[in-house]
């Protein structure tokens, strides 16, 4: 069965698996706090899109998703968005101190926390060194002049002959900004 019963019962299909639930009227109040998320979600998929554009990439993040029966792009926007990263200052004069606060929703056992400076990525904290818990933050001395930005990343999506950290492997860089309604980058610029 597919479709509604009246406004009581909807039945439909999700990856070839049936489910039923009850109708519910829908709302969109356009509140700020949805607003921020739904940016979030549009910010994931462009991500995921522009580096599923290589067929290895695409491949190594639907292998990451078998145990989970779902797609590499379900699980990539899962993890991203069960995350939350900022950076506070988001500017300053060199040298600089900034203190990175993150919600990782990537699995610890696989979690990393990244940093691109210019086209450089570096491991900031390692798998093993990424906390469970919300609002988690680690300290980061001594940036020069340059911008900065931090990603949640998943260390175990890696093609063959590739060693960590890649571009591929960060999911996530943005924290979902619920009074102004927008996703905000984990960025730092240092002048």
Same mark, same amino acid.
């Given at each position: 069965?597919?479709?509604?019963?009246?406004?009581?019962?909807?039945?439909?299909?999700?990856?070839?698996?049936?489910?039923?639930?009850?109708?519910?009227? #829908?709302?969109?109040?356009?509140?700020?706090?949805?607003?921020?998320?739904?940016?979030?979600?549009?910010?994931?998929?462009?991500?995921?899109?522009?580096?599923?554009? /290589?067929?290895?990439?695409?491949?190594?993040?639907?292998?990451?998703? =078998?145990?989970?029966?779902?797609?590499?792009?379900?699980?990539?926007?899962?993890?991203?968005?069960?995350?939350?990263?900022?950076?506070? #200052?988001?500017?300053?004069?060199? #040298?600089?101190?900034?203190?990175?606060?993150?919600?990782?929703?990537?699995?610890?056992?696989?979690?990393?926390?990244?940093? =691109?400076?210019?086209?450089?990525?570096?491991?900031?904290?390692?798998?093993?060194?990424?906390?469970?818990?919300? /609002?988690?933050?680690?300290?980061?001395?001594? =940036?020069?002049?340059?911008?900065?930005?931090?990603?949640?990343?998943?260390?175990?999506?890696?093609?063959?002959?590739?060693?960590?950290?890649?571009?591929?492997?960060?999911?996530?860089?943005?924290?979902?900004?619920?009074?102004?309604?927008?996703? /905000?980058?984990?960025?730092?610029?240092?002048?």
């Amino acid at each position: 069965m597919r479709n509604a019963i009246g406004e009581n019962v909807v039945f439909s299909q999700w990856k070839g698996r049936p489910y039923m639930r009850s109708w519910v009227k #829908p709302a969109n109040p356009q509140t700020a706090k949805q607003t921020a998320h739904r940016a979030i979600m549009t910010k994931l998929v462009a991500r995921y899109q522009s580096l599923s554009a /290589d067929a290895d990439v695409k491949a190594e993040w639907n292998i990451e998703a =078998l145990p989970y029966v779902v797609s590499g792009f379900n699980i990539f926007v899962k993890w991203g968005r069960k995350s939350k990263i900022s950076v506070s #200052p988001s500017s300053g004069s060199a #040298p600089l101190t900034v203190t990175i606060t993150y919600t990782c929703g990537v699995p610890l056992d696989r979690a990393m926390l990244l940093q =691109l400076k210019g086209s450089v990525w570096s491991i900031v904290l390692d798998v093993g060194q990424v906390e469970a818990g919300a /609002d988690k933050t680690k300290q980061i001395t001594g =940036l020069t002049a340059d911008t900065y930005y931090w990603y949640l990343a998943d260390k175990e999506v890696l093609k063959s002959g590739d060693s960590s950290p890649k571009a591929y492997q960060a999911i996530t860089m943005w924290k979902p900004n619920t009074t102004t309604g927008v996703a /905000d980058e984990c960025k730092c610029v240092v002048s």
